[in-house]
């Protein structure tokens, strides 16, 4: 399996453009997770998806940003407007069931808002 | 809530032995998640406890001390590509959501 997969890899726009993000999870994995990375917060759970149905979007700063699953292998992350302070790398991971299962990462997005 | 602590760097050097610590406090537990990232990569999975004891995988090991809220990650036989950034998580009582710590970053000198 190509593991999990997103685009772009890097992003840069100015404040106030919108960015979509993108992630293809592996193959047969029930459960994806958006994550946001800066050197101040670490790694922060956004919002995850079982069977494409949003279930905890409690980490979502506010309303310019929205997730969708559309399907089971597609999923996006939109910022609308963005701001410089969403400057950071953007993971999506996926796992095959909740408990105990790993949850595997993509190589990220670098954003970097002007 | 959950809050993880872990310490920010550690140096150590090559061939030698490391462990990392990470102290939690939650409100639900089911089970204590190590990663590791290389600078500009994407966290890969290291171990995994869910009950108290020693895990063994080849030149790494984890310990879970539920009771204590404490783990750790040991290294032996260091190399200088295990210098990355080591990363403690909580998983929920649900077992559907992760909590990161804001990870270790671990420089090897020759």
């Known amino acids: 399996d190509a593991g999990v997969i997103q685009s772009p890899r890097h992003e840069v726009t100015e404040m106030g453009q919108e960015v979509t993000l993108r992630c293809k999870p592996i193959s047969g994995h029930d459960y994806l997770f958006w994550y946001r990375q800066t050197m101040m917060r670490g790694l922060e759970l956004l919002i995850y998806?079982?069977?494409?149905?949003?279930?905890?979007d409690s980490g979502m700063p506010e309303d310019r940003f929205s997730a969708k699953m559309p399907n089971a292998s597609f999923s996006t992350l939109k910022i609308q407007p963005s701001e410089p302070r969403d400057s950071a790398v953007y993971f999506c991971?996926?796992?095959?069931?909740?408990?105990?299962?790993?949850?595997?990462f993509g190589p990220g997005t670098r954003l970097l808002v002007l | 809530g959950q809050n993880i602590d872990q310490p920010t760097e550690m140096t150590a050097t090559e061939g030698a032995i490391v462990q990392i610590n990470c102290t939690y406090q939650?409100?639900?537990?089911?089970?204590l998640f190590w990663y590791q990232q290389h600078a500009g990569e994407a966290p890969t999975f290291l171990s995994y406890n869910v009950l108290d004891g020693l895990e063994e995988k080849g030149r790494f090991s984890s310990f879970l001390s539920r009771s204590k809220g404490y783990s750790y990650l040991l290294l032996k036989e260091l190399q200088m590509k295990d210098s990355a950034s080591y990363l403690c998580a909580t998983m929920n009582n649900a077992g559907n959501m992760l909590t990161f710590g804001g990870g270790t970053r671990l420089m090897v000198k020759p």
């Open positions: 991971a996926s796992s095959l069931a909740e408990g105990q299962e790993t949850q595997y």
């Open positions: 998806f079982n069977n494409n149905v949003p279930i905890d």
């Open positions: 939650t409100s639900g537990f089911n089970g």
